[in-house]
């Protein structure tokens, strides 16, 4: 069933009468957005007519602290994460700069992509060489295993009801090893965690305030330098050819090389990117499924055949990943997904 915060009409009054002591006119309150998480976005012009956002975040769910302490880092290291402009921790509730509505995924084509592309991956080498993060949470083995064992228990066990037999078990096994030494091997840097289209927005460039706006970064651990160019390049929400992948990656190695990728080789450098997306697909795949499961948010399953195909298309060529391989061909994923999404009322 899905999962309410029983008392979301008490938040919202208790929520306009915040904005109202800020000096809102909290009755132009408007939604705007929700996410995977139980935040909500609002919209709500202020007193000279200019756009605000407001969110709210249910303290016991979505505390606010790490919010505010990253959009801090982000903003001293030039970044653009939103301006806030007043927050309530005790409450949960935060004001902040627009953005707009030019998420990547909706302006992102064959023209707009090289400069798009360009500005983010920019932004990933300033968030790895500047914002500080020896303090922040490790991006460890015991992380990196628990978010792939998401794939098994919401993907294959929760959503298609399959079990896995003694040989499938062993691929299992072979590839998470496999693809948690790959992780715990690269440098580690600063890691957004949730760096793609969705959360990225284009917004007008000018000095001390570089496109792209920066959102939905509250999650940032220390961890592998591959992990973020992997959520923009391998986008589970858009696709690019792999040749055009690979164009843009080693572009990013030749800035990056003389900094978090220093004495690093390229074939290294794709290979980690390669096995960093297999992780990452299995991830996400695996909570696509339980948003629909659990939270009864099903919109999410139509992005399972395109991350999905990034898996098939990496375990193919990689003989590393065998046993990955060999298990979706066993399982059939790729049929069995298409079939219920084509089942679907």
Known sequence: MPQHNPSSSDRLQALKSWLERQGLPADHLRPASEDASFRRYFRLPDRDGEMRVVMDAPPDREPLDDFLEIDRRLREAGLSAPEILASDRQQGFLLMEDFGDAHYLDVLDEQTAPALYGDALEAIRVMQSRVPAADLPPYDETLLRNEMALFREWFVEGLLGLRLDARQEEDWNRTTDRLVQSALEQPRAFVHRDYHSRNLMRIPSRPGRPNPGILDFQDAVLGPVTYDIVSL???????????????????????????????????????????????????????????????????YLGDIPRTLGYLQQVAEGDGALEGLRRLLEDLQLADRIRRLLDDRP
């Open 233 to 299: 390049l391998r986008d589970c929400y858009i696709a690019w050819p792999r040749e055009q992948v690979e164009a843009w990656l080693l572009e990013h190695y030749e800035r990056s090389k003389g900094e978090t990728l220093s004495g690093i080789e390229p074939q290294q450098f794709l290979t980690w990117f390669d096995h960093m997306g297999a992780q990452r697909h299995l991830k996400a795949i695996g909570i696509f499924a339980r948003l629909n499961l659990r939270d009864g948010k099903p919109g």
